[in-house]
Nanobody
């Protein structure tokens, strides 16, 4: 089964940091664009960050820009999401997804992505 596997979620106090990982199962990330989405209880899923597979260009959602950093380690075939200065409103299930080269108009369109992970829970509270 071709899917992505997320890890690194957990509980952290406000102001803390976590690093999420996204690795493929049954395929390689290659030049896929890789995005992180999140979904909080009672809310729609929203795009968080995305990294290109060709030029490593990045995209960020307005609510996380300046606090989150997406990166890609080619040798490990893994994408990371470094999350700093976490806030309670960052609490959500975080999903990674693989799709085509991202473009500004479609980067947050979930229908663009082929493979998804099962999600990892991030809880920010005191």
């Amino acid at each position: 089964q071709l899917q992505l596997v997320e890890s690194g979620g957990g509980w952290v106090q406000p102001g803390g940091s976590l690093r999420l990982s996204c690795a493929p199962s049954g395929f390689t990330l290659g030049t896929y664009g890789i995005a992180w989405f999140r979904q909080a209880p009672g809310k729609e899923r929203e795009g968080v960050a995305c990294i290109s597979g060709s030029d490593l260009g990045t995209y960020y959602g307005d609510s996380v820009r300046g606090r989150f950093t997406i990166s890609r380690e080619l040798n490990a075939d893994t994408v990371y999401l470094q999350m700093n200065n976490l806030k309670p409103e960052d609490t959500a299930v975080y999903y990674c997804a693989a799709g085509p080269e991202p473009y500004t108009r479609t980067v947050w369109d979930e229908n663009e992505y082929f493979y998804w992970g099962q999600g990892t829970q991030v809880t920010v509270s005191s």
